[in-house]
């Protein structure tokens, strides 16, 4: 599901990546109008068989003289091949020129498992919450103290204050803000974060060396988002864990799903929704961090 | 960076919708190389743009695709 089309995604037995609308071709339809009154009225569908591009193949089901397959085409011309790179497929319009990107530069990345949120938590609020430069102090470390990160690194600066000042600007792939705060003598411990159109954010939670990772906060509908993590495996593992090495609460990437249903919103639901407060712990959440939540579905982990 | 976004947002699909045209992205998806996001310590006498350009020249990028971004002096 992608801004409210219902698409089917397939390799054929070449290996090559598929994507058409799942209603059925207009040609089709017009076909199966005409079959039902003429001879065959019961034109079975689902013995149709589709290649990438769309043609129709086979009609097993149709006698020879009656085959009309040349004539249909499902609406898959308008998607380029698409192409599997570490790890999700890409597919791109094939209205606009053909480019040479190759995708985020994510050699050796990482896809996180994707996650189905729904209503309360729409790409926009999504791509908002990491559009705060704040929040990450209060509501994921609020608990954590500066003498509980790894002293060695600049992770204790972004837990030492939480009030940070910000800037932020208009770019050419979207927007950007750094938020930062006095660090050092004479030195400001910055942290920087994009929206890149049309959905994907660089989030700040990482050393910038090698802060290769993205989120994309897919449109499924009005109400509904998948959201993707991606991120290189070698990079630094930014503020997450305690100095101990035990992970701050509510940071753990430790995600439960409820089981898939066949609909089209059914696979990556994550247990913890809306319906159920999002397993709210109260008493986490007074004495431990200022979620309450106890696992993340939008972090990033090695 | 809320109301810029929904700003930029909105601008975008408006100037869609009239003019037919997209955000240069969608044409020259080059345009994102020149984004990172991330922490990092820098003088606080560089101006904030000044300092991301100039962390930039120094990222990791293990595909090579990470745009450095010219300094405002140069």
Redesign the interface.
């Known amino acids: 599901m992608l801004l409210g089309e219902q698409l089917i995604a397939f390799r054929d037995t070449d290996g090559r990546v598929g994507i058409m609308e799942q209603s059925l071709p207009a040609s089709l339809r017009l076909a199966v109008l005409r079959t039902q009154r003429g001879r065959r009225p019961a034109l079975r569908l689902s013995r149709l068989e589709f290649d990438v591009e769309g043609n129709c193949l086979d009609m097993p089901n149709v006698p020879p003289a009656q085959d009309f397959k040349a004539r249909i085409k499902a609406k898959a011309t308008r998607w380029s091949s698409a192409q599997a790179s570490s790890g999700p497929t890409w597919a791109r319009a094939r209205k606009?020129?053909r480019?040479q990107?190759?995708g985020?530069?994510?050699?050796?990345a990482r896809a996180l498992p994707p996650a189905c949120t729904s209503a309360s938590a729409t790409g926009s609020s999504r791509?908002?919450a990491t559009?705060?430069?704040s929040h990450f102090g209060f509501l994921h470390v609020g608990g954590v103290k500066t003498e509980d990160v790894d002293p060695e690194t600049?992770?204790k600066?972004?837990v030492g204050d939480r009030a940070p000042d910000?800037?932020?600007?208009?770019?050419?792939?979207?927007?950007?803000?750094?938020a930062?705060r006095?660090?050092?003598p004479?030195?400001?411990?910055?942290?920087?974060?994009?929206?890149?159109?049309?959905f994907i954010?660089?989030?700040?939670?990482?050393?910038?060396?090698?802060?290769?990772?993205c989120t994309l906060n897919v449109p499924m509908d009005d109400t509904h988002t998948m959201t993707y993590n991606l991120t290189?495996k070698?990079k630094t593992r930014p503020l997450e864990t305690l100095k101990n090495g035990e992970w701050i609460p509510g940071l753990e990437p430790k995600v439960e799903y409820l089981p898939d249903t066949n609909d089209w919103y059914g696979r990556h639901r994550l247990a913890a929704r809306r319906e159920n407060d999002y397993l709210i712990d109260r008493d986490m959440q007074k004495n431990v961090n200022y979620t309450g939540i106890r696992a993340s579905a939008g972090r990033t982990r090695r | 960076m809320i109301a810029i976004t929904r700003k930029r947002l909105l601008e975008a699909a408006q100037t869609l919708m009239k003019d037919g045209k997209v955000p240069a992205s969608v044409d020259n998806p080059d345009i994102y190389r020149g984004a990172r996001g991330g922490a990092f310590i820098a003088s606080a006498k560089l101006d904030w743009l000044d300092a991301y350009a100039e962390k930039l020249q120094t990222a990791l990028s293990p595909l090579g695709l990470l745009n450095r971004l010219p300094m405002a002096a140069e």
């Open positions: 606009r020129r480019c990107h190759r985020p530069d994510v050699a050796g791509s908002k559009s705060t430069p600049i992770n600066w972004a910000y800037k932020s600007t208009e770019t050419e792939w979207g927007t950007m803000y750094a930062y006095p660090a050092e004479h030195t400001y411990y910055y942290r920087f974060a994009h929206f890149l159109f049309p954010t660089l989030t700040p939670n990482g050393f910038f060396e090698d802060q290769v990772a290189w070698k």
